[in-house]
């Protein structure tokens, strides 16, 4: 695959991420002025149970059917993915039963009302969660990435339209984000069984490779659960310690910073295939690993200096209750930033099949991020949720870095990525504490100079591959 074909499908996959990025850059600042960070925090703490129960009923079964997919011959994909949905709809029933059957508790820690709907909704949304992130991997494993990106936007214009219809003249509760999570999945599903019914229908199970699915995928519910606690814990523990208010500001912080998740989510869409790919055809290739992980550092650690040094004029565009967040985000640029080098880094632990290492990795950063909670959020309410998060973000690149290094045979340069890392620490240290602000986005300015310097190889390259990538662009569009 030349460099113009890589970038043509880091784009297809990708274009989405970015379209929907700048969908929530811009509908965020209109939602925290439709909705008050109180009721925010209900919805988030929703959402929180819901990733945590479809982590659970999924077992890892998305996982089996990408990795087993190329295995497949054209005409038993349909029965391969059902094989893989079998136990997803089992363990999706009984875990609705246990739903319904303590709705009263739960409705009254997620939205502070046990007389609530959110259970119901909350079934629902798990239900058709199961479906449309199988839907999104069928899609994704066949490569159809502008299809891909289509359903992604589709879902989140669907999702924000509802938004504001429903606060506009229905109720501007948390129950307006709620109904539009449900609506906007099944928009989604539907869109993507019409492309892909072949698929779909009719249906047929193979137990066997059910059974066979289940064995491969299970492990990554143990390690997927330490992941979840590891991003999720802070919710709860601002439950614990603060009002939905705090939780709301912390919530929309997220928001904000997910921005960064743009270049992440697409990225890890196209690498994880590739990679496997790559390996596949030459073991050997650890020249290749490390390389790309320089480029990522530079890429990643660039654009987070960026946006720390702009993080109040950012943050500007939000209601004014929710203002106070600018000062929340800081360490919380640590989660996309770290994630991604992970991404690339952590694959020697893939392709020796030694997964267990990613359940010690995200435990130990969970174990860190608990107890980190539970110092700090009593004292230091959001901005403590964040420091000790983003920290829990390094301690997963440091174990897997150190591991993979181990198992596979790649000269990864991990003494820049650390001296970056504790640059860009201090930087957000001073963000997160300074009443002055030209001090801090001085600083970040500065060590954003001098990551350019520690990856001026990287740098000059990029700019190199983008002027060339540009000439071909325009020869392309001539001929």
């Known amino acids: 695959m030349d460099k113009l074909s890589l970038v043509k499908k880091y784009f297809s996959f990708s274009i989405g991420i970015w379209i929907n990025a700048i969908i929530s850059f811009f509908t965020t600042p209109v939602v925290t002025y439709l909705i008050n960070p109180s009721e925010f925090g209900k919805a988030t703490l929703f959402s929180t149970a819901y990733s945590m129960f479809l982590l659970v009923v999924l077992s890892g079964l998305p996982n089996s059917f990408m990795r087993f997919f190329p295995k497949q011959d054209e005409e038993q994909l349909g029965s391969f993915l059902w094989s893989c949905l079998l136990f997803p709809l089992i363990f999706t029933l009984i875990i609705s039963l246990l739903l319904f059957v303590f709705s009263g ?180 290739g650890g020249a290749f690993f490390s390389k790309a992980l320089d480029y990522v550092a530079f890429l990643t650690f660039s654009i987070g200096f960026l946006v720390l040094t702009f993080k109040d004029v950012i943050f500007l565009l939000l209601a004014k209750t929710y203002r106070p967040s600018a000062s929340i985000s800081p360490f919380l640029l640590l989660s996309p930033i770290m994630t991604m080098i992970s991404i690339v ?17 995200d435990g130990c950063a969970a174990v860190f991020n608990l107890i980190g909670n539970l110092l700090l959020i009593p004292s230091y309410g959001a901005k403590g949720a ?85 000439q071909e662009l325009f020869k392309r569009g001539k001929a």
């Open 105 to 284: 508790y739960i409705n009254l820690f997620l939205v502070g009302e046990s007389h609530s709907i959110a259970t119901i909704l909350l079934i629902g949304s798990l239900i058709t969660g199961v479906f449309q992130t199988f839907n999104s991997t069928v899609i994704r494993v066949k490569g159809k990435g502008f299809l891909y990106s289509l359903i992604q936007v589709l879902q989140s214009l669907s999702q924000v339209v509802f938004v504001i219809l429903y606060a506009k003249f229905v109720d501007q509760s948390f129950y307006c984000l709620l109904y539009a999570q449900l609506f906007s999945s099944i928009f989604a599903l539907a869109i993507g069984i019409i492309f892909e019914h072949n698929y779909w229908f009719p249906i047929r199970i193979n137990k066997r490779k059910a059974l066979e699915a289940l064995k491969y995928g299970y492990p990554f519910v143990f390690s997927g659960l330490l992941w979840w606690l590891l991003q999720w814990t802070d919710r709860f523990v601002l439950r614990l310690y603060t009002d939905f208010n705090e939780i709301g500001l912390y919530s929309v912080t997220f928001k904000i910073v997910s921005a960064m998740n743009l270049l992440t989510s697409g990225f890890s869409t196209l690498w994880y295939p590739f990679a496997y790919e790559h390996y596949e055809k030459n073991p050997d």
């Open 386 to 470: 964040a420091l000790s998060t983003g920290l829990s973000f390094v301690i997963v690149f440091a174990i897997e870095s150190t591991v993979s290094k181990r198992l596979y045979p790649a000269q990864y340069n991990l003494v820049k990525i650390y001296i970056v890392t504790a640059l860009f620490c201090i930087s957000a240290m001073f963000h997160t504490l300074s009443t002055f602000h030209l001090f801090p986005s001085i600083f970040s300015s500065a060590m954003l100079i001098v990551t350019l310097y520690l990856y001026k190889s990287e740098f000059t390259d990029v700019l190199r591959e983008l002027v060339t990538l540009s």
């Open 345 to 361: 880094i952590a694959r020697g632990i893939d392709f020796s099949k030694k997964t267990y290492w990613f359940i010690v990795s």
